[in-house]
């Protein structure tokens, strides 16, 4: 099943942070099959001012397990590499993995939601993703990524391309 993630990091070497959870995503894939949106340096939403810029990317792989059984690697990996969820929502982070999808899923419980309740409202996603799936509608919208990026607000904050290739 076709998997997307939303990866952000604002801490540490956020580029290292980035290409290493990449990697171990990878290690969870049919065969290592995957997509990779380019790297884009969004301010910080929601967050505290002062708050360090984010590095933002898009990924997608091929997931034979349950969404549960996902969810748990996730959340393990980023424990293990400082994050710590109990903590402000919207703190700086070394590393932060939202499943965005989950192949044509909808999953509403207390710890998943599938797909991302706030995807269609975050430019900082929504760019990555237009790169790689522009004409994927997003469940429960009806719209597309490309249709959804248009409809933003230009308050937005600003999105800026950072690299092709991490």
């Not at 982070?93 to 309740?117: C, S, T």
Request: net charge positive; hydrophobic share 40%; charged share 30%.
């Amino acid at each position: 099943m076709k998997v997307g993630f939303g990866l952000g990091s604002n801490l540490g070497d956020r580029l290292l942070n980035l290409q290493q959870v990449k990697r171990y995503l990878l290690s969870l894939s049919q065969e290592g099959w995957h997509l990779a949106s380019p790297l884009y340096e969004t301010d910080p939403v929601g967050c505290a001012p002062g708050s360090p810029k984010f590095l933002n990317a898009v990924l997608e792989i091929e997931f034979e397990g349950a969404p549960k059984t996902l969810l748990k690697k996730i959340l393990a990996y980023e424990k293990a590499h400082g994050r710590d969820r109990l903590a402000d929502r919207n703190a700086p982070r070394n590393i932060d993995i939202d499943i965005l999808y989950f192949g044509e899923k909808e999953i509403l419980e207390k710890d998943l939601a599938v797909p991302h309740p706030r995807m269609a409202e975050r430019r900082f996603v929504l760019v990555p993703l237009s790169t790689i799936r522009p004409d994927m509608i997003v469940k429960g919208t009806g719209k597309t990524v490309k249709m959804l990026l248009r409809e933003l607000p230009s308050v937005e904050k600003e999105v800026r391309f950072v690299q092709q290739e991490w």
